[in-house]
């Protein structure tokens, strides 16, 4: 069964680098793209961008100037960073899987999220 | 703002049936399947279904998706408690190069 998990600070300071990595079990990370989303409380989903082993990816046009993405194929993870944060990045951070037989966009596993909280 | 629209809201009776909409455009749902995820309480998004109108495997039959032009529909038939949740609708925006997502409907089962 795949299984994926978020790691990294709960409590980051305004103005600093959001650092989350995500841990696949289950699957090879080298197969398909891997996602980032987010969620502020009471509030919907955004998406945030996604990669492939290739480094290929995409990002979020709003949030593209501050978000890097990288792969490890040695830990199978792979990893956010979002610089200069402030409240707004207030949220639940969720890692998923874009599924290879399926349409793009069909996210087929999920973390379970982690909340990341940006306060001094 | 979401690129996705849903209704904040929907509700029914158990045993009902319930439809929730998702209009987006030509450069996302008009050219690109829709997905629909299901959000419990406390926990983590579930692939409900896909390509529009695909059931992963262990989703029941009461649950249904269509799609007519730049707008997808999920179904849910036969309503239980258990089905209340948030529902979103996501696709791939070919314009933003970026995958989207509706702003989630809050469905209660009465």
């Known amino acids: 069964q795949v299984q994926l998990q978020e790691s990294g600070p709960r409590l980051v300071k305004p103005s600093e680098t959001l650092s989350l990595t995500c841990t696949v079990s289950?699957?090879?990370?080298?197969?398909?793209?891997w996602i980032w989303i987010r969620q502020p409380a009471g509030k919907g989903l955004e998406w945030i961008g996604r990669i492939y082993i290739s480094g290929s990816t995409n990002c979020n046009p709003s949030l593209k100037s501050r978000v890097t993405m990288s792969v490890d194929t040695s830990k199978n993870q792979f990893s956010l960073e979002l610089s200069s944060v402030t409240a707004a990045d207030t949220a639940v951070y969720y890692c998923?899987?874009?599924?290879?037989?399926?349409?793009?966009?069909?996210?087929?596993?999920w973390g379970q999220g982690t909340l990341v909280t940006v306060s001094s | 703002q979401s690129v996705l629209t849903q209704p904040p809201s929907v509700s029914a009776a158990p045993g009902q049936k319930v439809t929730i909409s998702c209009s987006g455009s030509?450069?996302?749902?008009?050219?690109?399947?829709v997905s629909w995820y299901q959000q419990l309480p406390g926990t983590a998004p579930k692939l409900l279904i896909y390509d529009n109108n695909k059931r992963p495997s262990g989703i029941p039959d009461r649950f249904s998706g269509s799609k007519s032009g730049t707008s997808g529909t999920l179904g849910i038939s036969g309503l239980q408690t258990g089905d209340e949740a948030d529902y979103y609708c996501?696709?791939?925006?070919?314009?933003?190069?970026?995958?989207?997502f509706g702003g989630g409907t809050k469905l209660t089962v009465l």
């Open positions: 289950g699957a090879s990370i080298s197969s398909y793209y």
């Open positions: 030509s450069s996302n749902i008009g050219n690109n399947y």
């Open positions: 998923a899987r874009e599924s290879a037989a399926a349409a793009l966009e069909t996210l087929d596993f």
């Open positions: 996501g696709t791939w925006d070919s314009s933003l190069s970026a995958g989207v």
